[in-house]
T-cell receptor, first 111, second 114 residues
Framework: AQRVTQPEKLLSVFKGAPVELKCNYS??????LFWYVQYSRQRLQLLLR??SRESIKGFTADLNKGETSFHLKKPFAQEEDSAMYYC?????????????FGQGTELSVKP | EAQVTQNPRYLITVTGKKLTVTCSQN?????MSWYRQDPGLGLRQIYY???????DKGDVPEGYKVSRKEKRNFPLILESPSPNQTSLYFC?????????????FGPGTRLTVT
């Protein structure tokens, strides 16, 4: 079954601390994975995609096919990082592509 | 300005009264999709469309209909809304292929069915 799991509903850290938001996936094909962020009262926007291997706002994510994980990391959290984070998998098939989201992790960065 | 728009942004309606939420994008994207966002459940895909006249079910299609007669528009239709369809709905669009499935999201429509 195609599935994305984010085990933490809420992650609370202090400013300057390292952050790791976990994401595990289940997919038989070659995955296309994304991290989306939703700041308070704003629409979702793309943060990262594994295919580009970029670092955005200090965040990075590495695809680990062996562990089927795509954890999001940042070495030093900032207060403005407080938001809802969603991991997503694009499951492609002959008919098209379904985008499957995890349940989301709320990151709270305290001063 | 490249964007995805949704209307209305807020809607309160009663059980059984048909409604349509419109979605429009001006980026010439092939892929369009509808999601609902519920606390503790994240985002779940309702329907998606790969191009004009090509639509397919997502994970939670029951109670919803869509159409894609034009590339830019992808309305969501609730023929007979029920209270369990009270939710926050997002429309999104993207290009297809080449790793370009980056979704551009609309601002959301908050629907309440009483």
């Amino acid at each position: 079954a195609q599935r994305v799991t984010q085990p933490e509903k809420l992650l609370s850290v202090f400013k300057g601390a390292p952050v790791e938001l976990k994401c595990n996936y289940s997919y038989s094909g070659s995955p296309e994975l994304f991290w989306y962020v939703q700041y308070s009262r704003q629409r979702l926007q793309l943060l990262l995609r594994h295919i580009s291997r970029e670092s955005i706002k200090g965040f990075t994510a590495d695809l680990n096919k062996g562990e089927t994980s795509f954890h999001l990391k940042k070495p030093f959290a900032q207060e403005e990082d407080s938001a809802m984070y969603y991991c997503a998998l694009m499951a492609l098939n002959n008919q098209g592509g379904k985008l499957i989201f995890g349940q989301g992790t709320e990151l709270s960065v305290k001063p | 300005e490249a964007q995805v728009t949704q209307n209305p942004r807020y809607l309160i309606t009663v059980t059984g009264k048909k409604l349509t939420v419109t979605c429009s994008q001006n980026m010439n994207h092939e892929y369009m999709s509808w999601y609902r966002q519920d606390p503790g459940l994240g985002l779940r895909q309702i329907y998606y469309s790969m191009n004009v006249e090509v639509t397919d079910k997502g994970d939670v299609p029951e109670g919803y209909k869509v159409s894609r007669k034009e590339k830019r528009n992808f309305p969501l239709i609730l023929e007979s809304p029920s209270p369990n369809q009270t939710s926050l709905y997002f429309c999104a669009s993207s290009l297809i292929g080449g790793g370009s499935y980056e979704q551009y999201f609309g601002p959301g429509t908050r629907l309440t069915v009483t």
